[in-house]
């Protein structure tokens, strides 16, 4: 058997190299992981990975990291769990937090407008395909679509997000469960309904954005966000732009062109928000809360995470919850469309972009790079 040191820098520039060159998002993440601990090391089965990623997609957080952190977990142990983790994050963070850098100094550069003008509109394309591809899968019911369709209402009319999200999960759960509802349904409903009451019922004394209110903010998108990172947004939209004003909505769309053209998770978007916040500190306190929960749910969940997708009532609380996350998705694409599409030929770039994805599928790197040009032919122009 190998010694533990040498599995540890396996895991690491394994990891390190899919945090740097992992465009793409997160389905691309786990494709490039699966080719190197599958099939060209041979760490893992073909079947031990699917059941990691099946882990994976049953709690909270960036799927793709917490794929990462498992076969760190399954291959070292604890510190394997934390090496794999640091490695695949860390290259996206140290990119951000240089593109955070650039944008606070040059941000209002009549170049960097003109380059915004053509990336928004390719951004909502992006979000509204990943919206419907979600939806496609997620929607299994009539009740799972009124469920997504209620928390888009919802989000409009200004609701909370986790309270949002915690009825989501008790509605499906009790109507799966309604021949046998009773102690156990209580059991399920409570967890979530304290969840929703901690995380988004209690008035805030203040709306100073120190470092421990930031820390706590991005912990709790960690501890509720499931899967994408296009869910993460709606969080930010309601929590950072409408309720607390810490970031203009302007600078969440800058924030997820930025997530889009960096490699690695695309859970980094809060690096460049807790830069943009409170400087190097904020993106550090930001990018700790945000992931700390990831590894915390890997560590100590990997025991029960398989029994949570084969019980009738959590099983059903998780498909609830993800179909409620995909209605805040919608909410929160159609706030930002707003500054988006400003003109006709915005509208035109972006419903190009939405063809483009729908057709063929490219990476959004490419998109994005498109509407740079895009921007840029427009200042020139006017």
Known sequence: MQPAKGRLRELAGVFLKLGTIGFGGPAAHIAMTREEVVHRR?????QQFLDLLGASNVVPGPTSTEVAIHVGAERAG????LVAGACFIAPAFVIVLGLAWLYERYGTDPAAVDLRYGILPVIIAIIA????GL???????????LIAAGAFAAFLLELNEILILAAGGILATVWANRARIGRGTASLAAPLLVL???FGGAERETNDPTLVRLFLEFLKFGVVVFG????????????????NHWITRQQLLDAIAVGQVTPGPVFTTATFVGFQIDGFAGALVATLGIFLPAFAFVGLLRPIVRWARRSPWAGAALDGITAAALGLMAGVTVLLADDAFPDVLTVVVGVIALGVLLRWRPNPAWLVAGGCI???AHGLAT
């Open 42 to 46: 041979e760490w893992l089965t073909e």
């Open 78 to 81: 604890w510190r394997g769990l």
């Open 129 to 132: 395909h990943a919206v419907v």
């Open 135 to 145: 939806l496609k899968t997620a929607v299994k019911s009539i009740l799972l679509g």
């Open 196 to 198: 929703g009451a901690a």
């Open 228 to 243: 994408s990172g296009y869910v993460l947004v709606a969080f930010l939209e309601g929590d950072l732009v409408e309720a």
């Open 374 to 376: 895009v921007g840029l």
